[in-house]
């Protein structure tokens, strides 16, 4: 197993189940892996479709930057001063992108492949609310979620600085797992027709060696007397109710900061908000997950709007 590997299976994550199994595959190294193929879209660079790395960072996050003004309509663009690069300011609103897998920091898959990193959305956040052009803020998101070390930091970091200037989320096409945890930290989300949003819970991949890799090595681990919990075997029952407490801890506080932010009970999310699936454009919004559906072009000028009026407030 490489270390990338054991990187991934080191810890929970809140993703929609495709992107787990191809993100561990992309770790052993298996570009040609069914489940790497199955999340490839037509938006890929080519090169990443054959598994070559992109250009640079700063080519990645110029091809950001240049999908996030096509879809925002004709209003005046410029990059974000002082952001990761790839958030753009169009007109008096900050659009950040939320976009692939999430990742706590930057690495290899947020600087070539166009992840994203918790440590830039905070660094756009404060670029936006320091940059007095700036009215407001839109996280424009398309993420089947990602690993949850982070998460919940981030999201009480949103919730502190509401009312600091408004701040909306906007699902284009998927806003899963701990992309819809951090959407549900804005004071609006909305979403296309089409979007999906949901998918609360989490998951954790636990490896178990039970025969030579392929270099024909076998790692054995031995545990001290007293800390039997330290590595759960997940072929036993035991090992599975250990690991399940663990994950059930992380997901109770994914439950409360999604209750919190939209306003509802705890039992109304584990009740009404898919169940650990995904639910549809209009749906979301019936069940209380979403507030409306729109367009991006119509959630950025609504966002244009409200900044306005909320700089206006505050001037009075």
Known sequence: MTRAFHAVTAEPW??????????????????????VQAIRTPTQDPREQT??????????????????????GEMSQRRLDNGSGRAIVNGNVAVIPVFGPIYPRANMMTDFSGATAISSLRRDAHAAFNDDTVD????AIDSPGGAVSGVNGFVDFLHANRGRKPMAAHVLGTGASAAYWIATALERVTLERTAMVGSIGVVAAIPKQVSPDRDGDLFIEIVSS?????????T??????????????????FVADVARGRKVSAEAVLAEFGKGGVVVGGDATKRGMADAITSMD?????????GKQSRAKQAG
Do not use: F
């Open 136 to 139: 407001a803020l839109l996280w």
């Open 226 to 234: 007293n800390a039997p919990n330290k590595r759960p075997d997940p």
């Open 236 to 253: 036993t029952p035991e090992g599975v109710l250990e690991i399940r407490d663990s994950l059930d801890a992380i997901e109770k506080q």
């Open 298 to 306: 119509a959630a950025v000028r609504h966002m244009a709007r409200v």
């Open 14 to 35: 809140a993703i929609l189940p495709d992107w787990l199994h191809a993100i561990a595959a992309l770790a052993l190294r298996q570009r040609d892996h069914v489940a």
């Open 51 to 72: 598994g070559a790395p992109s250009d640079e960072e700063e080519a990645m996050n110029a091809r950001r930057r240049r999908e996030l003004a096509m879809m925002c």
